[in-house]
């Protein structure tokens, strides 16, 4: 079966984001903020406890340096420099799986560095690096100088399909600062499509490949817990069809 992952730990001081603990029981990859663009150490701290309950994997859910723009505003960074952003949070993380007694699975940016590490090279790069210090796959979108510079490095690569998300015509995700909702029957469905077919389909209506190994709901997602008990629900069907 196909994972199932979630941005999730993204709750910062008193504001909340996303309805983890009722997401967390219909996943099995847990991307966690690790405090750049959202968390703090109480919630990465919970987070981590809670998907080690779960039995759920956990992932650093790495951002540029962007708490007020929630990680969605691009930047300007080199290679040196985004790699020792990246390791600084992942750093942070590492230390809440020790207390718990698990490892850190993978790494998946967030947001604005997901997009400029599909785009470009030195950023990818980067990404890379941090995954060979620490041993671990970087998620990312098939298509892109994700697949294409985490394969050549031998890092390892993930590819995911967003169930929450729409796509242009040219197969890129469209990315807006707050995520509308989507029918949780509507994201199980392209999940479906994605794993069974390979394919997903834009918001002109074509039809795209795409590699789906692992399916992707937000936690700020409005309805995200159904959308995950949907999607699951689905992902469980097809291994059991």
Same mark, same amino acid.
């Given at each position: 079966?196909?994972?199932?992952?979630?941005?999730?730990?993204? #709750? @910062?001081? =008193?504001?909340?984001?996303? %309805?983890?603990?009722?997401?967390?029981?219909?996943?099995?990859?847990?991307?966690?903020?690790?405090? @750049?663009?959202?968390?703090? /150490?109480?919630?990465?701290?919970?987070?981590?406890?809670?998907?080690?309950?779960?039995?759920?994997?956990?992932? $650093?859910?790495? #951002?540029?340096? %962007?708490?007020?723009?929630?990680? *969605?505003?691009?930047?300007?960074?080199?290679?040196?420099?985004?790699?020792?952003?990246?390791?600084?949070?992942?750093?942070?993380?590492?230390?809440?799986?020790?207390?718990?007694?698990?490892?850190?699975?993978?790494?998946?940016?967030?947001?604005?560095?997901?997009?400029?590490?599909?785009?470009?090279?030195?950023? $990818?790069?980067?990404?890379?690096? $941090?995954?060979?210090?620490?041993?671990?796959?970087?998620?990312?979108?098939?298509?892109? =100088?994700?697949?294409?510079?985490?394969?050549? *490095?031998?890092?390892?690569?993930?590819?995911? @399909? @967003?169930?929450? =998300?729409?796509?242009?015509?040219?197969?890129?995700?469209?990315?807006?600062?707050?995520?509308?909702?989507? /029918? /949780?029957?509507?994201?199980? +469905? *392209?999940?479906?499509?994605?794993? *069974?077919?390979?394919?997903?389909?834009?918001?002109?209506?074509?039809?795209?490949?795409?590699?789906?190994?692992?399916?992707?709901?937000? #936690?700020?997602?409005?309805?995200? +817990?159904?959308?995950?008990?949907?999607?699951?629900? +689905?992902?469980?069907? =097809?291994?059991? +069809?």
């Amino acid at each position: 079966m196909a994972d199932l992952n979630c941005d999730m730990g993204e #709750s @910062f001081s =008193l504001y909340r984001m996303g %309805d983890d603990a009722a997401i967390m029981p219909h996943i099995t990859q847990a991307n966690v903020a690790c405090g @750049f663009h959202a968390s703090d /150490p109480n919630h990465m701290a919970e987070t981590v406890r809670l998907a080690k309950q779960h039995g759920v994997k956990v992932g $650093a859910h790495v #951002s540029l340096p %962007d708490l007020a723009g929630f990680g *969605r505003r691009e930047m300007k960074i080199d290679r040196a420099e985004m790699l020792n952003i990246v390791l600084y949070q992942i750093g942070a993380l590492s230390a809440f799986l020790r207390q718990q007694g698990t490892e850190l699975a993978h790494i998946k940016p967030h947001g604005a560095l997901y997009g400029m590490a599909a785009r470009q090279e030195p950023i $990818a790069e980067a990404c890379a690096d $941090a995954a060979e210090v620490y041993g671990v796959p970087l998620m990312g979108l098939s298509g892109t =100088l994700h697949e294409a510079v985490y394969t050549r *490095r031998g890092v390892g690569f993930l590819p995911e @399909f @967003f169930a929450d =998300l729409d796509y242009d015509d040219e197969g890129r995700l469209i990315i807006t600062r707050e995520h509308k909702g989507v /029918p /949780p029957e509507v994201a199980a +469905a *392209r999940a479906v499509q994605a794993v *069974r077919e390979g394919t997903l389909t834009t918001t002109g209506g074509k039809t795209l490949p795409v590699q789906a190994e692992t399916i992707c709901v937000h #936690s700020d997602t409005p309805g995200a +817990a159904s959308i995950a008990a949907a999607v699951r629900e +689905a992902l469980t069907g =097809l291994e059991a +069809a």
